[in-house]
């Protein structure tokens, strides 16, 4: 009875043995792999990795093209990750409420007695929970001067920022996604431990996840070899953006190689390994308002079908992008960066994640977004200038003419106007610093019309004098 007695040995083993994780077939992400590199090569990007995630790490990843000095992107290269910093960020907060040495409703004057924004009305009730749920009522567009800033202070000492902003509405009353909320989160994070924030997130979740690699602060991306990040130079990437904000870890500036990121997928997807408890997970995976799609550092949902359950971040610094895609019914996650980004291409660069993730998922694939807003803004302005240096040259020949009428020095003035008047508007709406980080050619190209625009008005003006005192 040889047979049985194999039998029995065959059924202890089974059952006293951990079952091997499941092994997928060689071709069972070809499709998967195929659209990647097809977006890849469209949006132009020079180097992508991303990885299928279980609880227990990566089951499937690729890594192709090239990094900003050249070199192969492997598993291995360091990227960073844009606003996937702030889930991580979340979670380290939410550490801290746990513990018991922050509560999600204390207000923030409590920690952070300098803080004004919106008034010391305002202030005094914007507590921890609407800076993790965005809806303190800061806006987006005024506070991105605080962000992304290379040699910039320490999170406490940029708040004076905000003092002049006036508040969306009421804590509470409306979402609205901006970075300063991190950045004040930050804050309150060190006012409490009393250490920097990046030294708390790696403590309280970078450790524990394993992230072994990653980037919280300039010191490490030195260490690591950071190379710089891509962005488009009149359509072609260049490797260009090479700024790092010491103290933007909780908003931006994280990073790592794909084993990192695939590290803290692993990591959410097993419910924070003990550093949460499962209703903190939870609640961090639930709007924070209504119809927000925001939960704690987490978007939730609002995307379609398969989709419509994820939980996930996408994220971008001048140069990077990253996205983190759990799926919790499926028990799988999408990670992928990629060394490409460019305010004005987002949607054409970040169609691949979605695109993944949808595949993952079971979906089908949605349209590809074009690039075609960004050639024509950044081709549109280029040749304003061209236009304008052609228009400062042919001023400065009409200053040597004896004669010129009033009416076409008013007209060559008017023209010098435009490019004073369309960097007045863009200044306004991101601010000057913003537009040179995330638009270089852009700005590039418009610095130069609007010095030929001050050429063309000074020249303009000159005449307009020559022919009102010839007319005396």
Known sequence: MRWWNAAILLLLLSVLLPAA??????????????????????????????????????????????DGRGRPVTAGTPFLWGSVAKPAAATAVMALVRSGRLGLDDRVVEHLPRFRFGGAAHASRVTVRHLLNQTAGIPERPTLKLADCFGCPRPAERLGGLDGVDPLGPPGSRYA?????????????????????????????????GMDGAIADAATASRRGLPPGHQLMWGMPSAVADGFDDHGAAYGYLGGDLNDLAAFAAFQLRSGDGTLAPEDVRLMRREGRPGSGYGMGWRVGGLKPPLDRAVWHTGATPGYSAMVFL???????????????????????????????????????????????????????????????????????????????????????????????????????????????????????????????VVTVVCGAFTLVRCGSRRR
């Open 21 to 66: 994780p499941a092994v997928a077939r060689p071709d069972a992400y070809a499709a998967l792999d195929a659209h990647a590199r097809s977006r890849m090569r469209n949006a132009r990007v020079p180097g992508l990795a991303y990885a299928v995630v279980g609880p227990g790490g990566p089951v499937h990843q690729r890594a192709w093209g090239k």
């Open 177 to 209: 996604y901006a970075s300063a909320n991190y950045l004040v989160l930050a804050a309150v994070v060190e006012a409490v431990t009393r250490r920097p924030f990046a030294e708390h997130l790696r403590r309280a979740v970078l450790d524990p996840a």
């Open 327 to 453: 799926i919790p019914e499926r028990g799988l996650a999408l990670v992928l960066h990629q060394n490409l980004h460019g305010l004005l291409h987002d949607g054409a660069v970040m169609q691949v994640g979605f695109d993944a993730a949808r595949l993952l998922a079971g979906g089908g694939l949605d349209g590809a977004p074009s690039a075609t807003g960004y050639h024509a803004a950044v081709w549109g302005v280029t040749v304003l200038a061209l236009g304008l240096v052609l228009a400062a040259g042919r001023s400065v020949v009409r200053l040597r003419r004896p004669e010129v009428s009033r009416r076409s020095s008013v007209a060559w003035v008017l023209v010098g106007v435009v490019p004073l008047a369309l960097a007045v508007w863009a200044s306004g709406q991101i601010g000057v610093r913003s537009l040179a980080t995330w638009l270089p050619d852009a700005f590039a190209a418009l610095c130069v019309a609007v010095a030929a625009g």
